[in-house]
């Protein structure tokens, strides 16, 4: 397979200025008419990206062009023109009933029921018709549909509407105009029979916004939720970043056959229905909460992906990183600062620190790729929202939003780099970010270690700081990053020390920054009285590891008395970490383990300690970022352990005290969304599980009441899991009741299939192969795939990495299924490989294999090949 490196990136040699575009919809057969304006850039002929689609006809200035006039190969079609300026016009067929990979226009849906709808992001607009598919081309787009009004009563496309109108035979067209020029991969269009409820809205800078969610009958009244958060998205970026919507309608539609969460469309939004609907009968707090997440996150790309958008595909996260970061902070301001923080924090371990410790480890910009699907990664998104959150630390609340004017303004209308938008940040502050950019370049987690050492007679303490990034793939040589280190100093007694570094007259506040931006620095702090306990990168300054020598005790003072809501539980995850090394290998033993258990224990008993941060407090890093502490990395010795712990700490608090929190929270129960509520839930869940550990058939029978009183889904699929967990011929009636409860709800089928997927041990590669023979399982939905497979293979430890290697050879098997129907799909999947170099030796073999034997295989798509090519190195 071909290889797209950034250092051959040159402009396009033709610009697109405005593209007309005919569609005459069908689900069999799909007929598109397009109208290119290009203007010469270079001297070269005109390129056209088409895949999948069959030219009809091909006019140059409206003469047919006859078959020696161009050259159709290899998805690229060739005309050679003397003209400056021409007019090129294509039409073209497509068959979007056919297409199960969901890329360019397809189905949603039944072909009696359904919809059909675009995904053009990265390279679907190939898929539809002959374009010049690349990011930097923008062009202005008009666009007719055409189609039977009984079968595709509503028709829409991104822009404002310009007519609508009836056809003979039972046909009718709408046509939209977008003033905005846009790339080919914002271009949408939708069409079918769906519902909507719609909102008039006024934008700071007095436009009328009409906002529509369009979905189909039988799951439009819930939409409400993603409404009010689509309201609250647009007002804050006006108060945020000054930025007002700038179409006269927004629409936003919901599917359930979508390869990834949701689609920023100029104008049309593309939801996976996952992300839109919430209803507290069918969705758990967590997925209120994406919802919020996703709609912000999809309309703030109205200005940081569209508007300003990228070059090339390299500078993905240009807008990704950029817009989870305003994401993020949208949900921090509507919801938990320190929450969303702990939040955020965990899934970057969780995902994009493996990532980037195994074999498919890439830069956040990436220097090449032969399959641009496959960098939609943690990496880009996750690690590329801490690095403009260092950016934006670095500046300065007024700082970064001046940077950020400076940037919309220059770039509007534009495709542009990595290097712009820093230089933005740095020309409106004065200032010079580019050593920032190294992040971009460098894959792998910089290890950061700091080691102290106190003089009591001079009352000074000295920290060191060093960094090293370990090689990673392809990239052996690390160079020194940029790191800010925030960070603060506590006495024996919890107190924070005013802090006055060396050299300086007077001492200052009680927090510090401190950039590392060599391999080592040492600062020296004066007037300390005895030797102090640090918080170091609070907030969790920068995207590294800390590796700092912590006694337990030390600990135990940052997690009772840091005021940094992050950083004390990061001080409960570091003392966990302890803690669960003393549980290993059977033992429960150690300062460590005592001091954890003792700490949460007195914090569980504090009335002041807030339920959410306790309810996060009692939960310890997952069995995938334990592996890291586990030198035989073997998942089922993983798991052993943090049971052990957790019943350590279990019985530590008593089953008197669990059983109580456990009353007084039932006692509470609602359905109600508020933050209290949610966080009521979110405890009474850890207590459960806790109680499980040491009152077994107390447990059981709470978990079963639970089940049946569950006023929403939060309560009943936390009660369903704990229940499974317990006793499994328990929980076999509660499943098939809310199997049967749930028929026809897709979504809640999903999370039916995803908590059996999930259920740890041998058994479960035997459940998921029964589940797998369920009425509702297709291979051919991705949401179902991801709930069951991708459930299965990435957060169930010890059920996949089985020792005789039988999950891996069954997972293989499927993904050559999946990778037929969608390739997109199978990629994402086969992720779950990434980390069998790091597993013990006898799985290890297995894994390797089986990956051996896949990659060798020729006939799979690009998008499995890269993926798997990549993982068996
Ligand atoms: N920008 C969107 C990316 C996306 C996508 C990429 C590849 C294939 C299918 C896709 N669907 C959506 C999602 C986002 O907002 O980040
Ligand atoms: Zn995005």
Same mark, same amino acid.
């Given at each position: 397979t071909s290889v797209i490196r950034l250092a051959d990136y040159r402009p396009p040699a033709w610009a697109v200025e405005d593209v007309v575009l005919e569609f005459d919809l069908g689900i069999d057969h799909t007929e598109v008419t397009s109208r290119l304006t290009l203007v010469r850039q270079a001297d070269e002929p005109i390129r056209l990206n088409g895949e999948g689609i069959e030219l009809l006809e091909l006019t140059l200035d409206g003469r047919p062009l006859g078959d020696g006039e161009y050259i159709l190969a290899n998805g690229v079609l060739e005309v050679a023109v003397d003209a400056d300026r021409c007019t090129l016009g294509a039409r073209v067929a497509v068959r979007p009933a056919e297409n199960t990979a969901f890329e360019g226009l397809y189905l949603s849906g039944s072909r009696d029921r359904g919809f059909l709808l675009t995904q053009c992001e990265a390279e679907g607009f190939r898929h539809i018709t002959y374009f010049p /598919?690349?990011? /930097?081309v923008l062009s202005k787009y008009t666009v007719t549909l055409r189609a039977d009004r009984q079968r595709f009563p509503v028709l829409l496309a991104g822009g404002n509407p310009d007519g609508t109108g009836d056809l003979a035979d039972g046909r009718h067209w709408a046509r939209f105009v977008d003033p905005h020029p846009k790339p080919s991969y914002l271009f949408a269009l939708v069409a079918g029979r769906l519902e909507r409820i719609s909102h008039d809205y006024t934008t700071a800078d007095g436009r009328a916004v009409a906002l529509h969610i369009w979905a189909e009958a039988d799951v439009i009244d819930r939409c409400d939720y993603a409404m009010d958060s689509l309201i609250r998205s647009m007002q804050w970026d006006e108060r945020t970043y000054g930025r007002n919507y700038d179409l006269d309608v927004f629409h936003v539609v919901a599917t359930h056959d979508f390869n990834m969460g949701a689609m920023e469309n100029k104008g049309l939004n593309i939801f996976n229905a996952k992300y839109l609907l919430a209803d507290p009968d069918s969705s758990t707090d967590d997925e209120y909460r994406h919802v919020e997440a996703v709609v912000a996150h999809e309309y703030f790309h109205n200005w940081s992906g569209n508007r300003v958008t990228c070059r090339d595909w390299f500078q993905l996260s240009l807008k990704e990183g950029l817009t989870v970061f305003r994401e993020q902070s949208f949900s921090a301001d509507m919801n938990s600062v320190s929450l969303k923080r702990i939040e955020d924090v965990a899934l970057l371990r969780r995902a994009q620190f493996p990532e980037d410790a195994g074999p498919l480890s890439h830069p956040v910009r990436p220097s090449q790729y032969s399959e641009i699907n496959n960098f939609y990664t943690a990496t880009v998104y996750e690690k590329g929202s801490e690095l403009v959150r260092m950016l934006a630390g670095h500046l300065g609340r007024d700082g970064f939003r001046k940077g950020m004017d400076l940037y919309f303004d220059r770039h509007d209308g534009d495709a542009a780099t990595i290097e712009d938008f820093l230089k933005s940040l740095g020309d409106a502050n004065g200032t010079?970010?580019? *050593?920032?950019l190294a992040w971009y370049g460098q894959a792998g987690t910089p290890r950061l270690t700091a080691e102290a050492r106190y003089d009591a007679t001079q009352s000074r303490y000295r920290l060191t700081l060093r960094q090293r990034t370990p090689a990673s793939a392809g990239q052996t040589v690390k160079h020194a990053l940029p790191i800010p280190v925030r960070l603060s100093l506590f006495d024996a007694s919890g107190k924070a020390l005013p802090l006055r570094l060396e050299g300086e007259a007077t001492a200052g506040a009680t927090e510090r920054t401190i950039v590392l931006d060599g391999a080592e620095r040492s600062i020296v702090f004066e007037d300390i009285a005895s030797a102090p306990v640090p918080s170091l990168l609070r907030g969790f300054s920068a995207p590294v590891i800390l590796e700092f020598d912590y006694a337990p005790e030390e600990l135990g003072v940052l997690l009772r008395h840091d005021p940094d809501g992050f950083n004390r539980w990061e001080a409960g995850q570091q003392l966990a970490g302890l803690a669960y090394d003393d549980c290993r290998d059977g033992k429960v033993d150690g300062a460590a383990i005592g001091a954890w258990t003792r700490a949460l224990a007195q914090l569980f008993g504090d009335p002041s300690v807030e339920d959410a941060l306790l309810a996060e407090l009692l939960t310890p890093p997952g069995e995938i970022e334990l592996v890291e502490r586990q030198p035989e990395r073997d998942p089922d010795r993983i798991r052993a352990s943090r049971q052990a712990m957790l019943r350590a700490l279990a019985s530590r608090i008593g089953v008197p005290a669990l059983r109580a929190r456990y009353e007084a929270l039932r006692a509470a129960t609602s359905a109600a969304l508020d933050a209290t509520s949610q966080a009521q839930r979110q405890l009474k869940r850890r207590v459960l599980d806790l109680l499980s550990l040491v009152d077994e058939a107390h447990a059981r029978e709470l978990a079963r009441a639970q089940y049946d009183e569950a006023p929403g889904m939060t309560d009943r699929l936390a009660a369903l899991a704990t229940l499974a967990t317990v006793d499994p011929d328990a929980a076999t009636p509660a499943f098939a009741h809310f199997r049967h409860r749930y028929e026809g709800n897709a979504l809640a089928l999903d999370k039916w299939f995803a908590v059996q997927a999930q259920l740890p041990g041998e058994t479960a590669l035997g459940r998921i192969q029964s589940l797998e023979?369920? /009425? *509702?399982?297709?291979?051919? +939905?991705p949401n179902r795939v991801q709930s069951l497979l991708g459930s299965f293979a990435r957060a169930n430890p010890s059920g996949f990495h089985r020792a005789d290697g039988a999950a891996y050879r069954w997972l293989a098997d499927r993904l050559v299924a999946i990778d037929a129907l969608n390739p997109q799909v199978a990629a994402r999947v086969a992720t779950?490989? +990434?980390?069998?170099?790091?597993?013990?030796p006898v799985r290890r073999e297995s894994a390797h294999a089986v990956v051996a034997e896949l990659a060798s295989r020729k006939d799979l798509s690009r998008d499995l090949t890269d993926i798997l090519a990549r993982v068996a190195l």
């Open positions: /598919d690349r990011p /930097d010079d970010l580019s *050593a920032y023979r369920d /009425d *509702a399982f297709t291979l051919k +939905n779950a490989f +990434n980390g069998w170099k790091r597993l013990e």
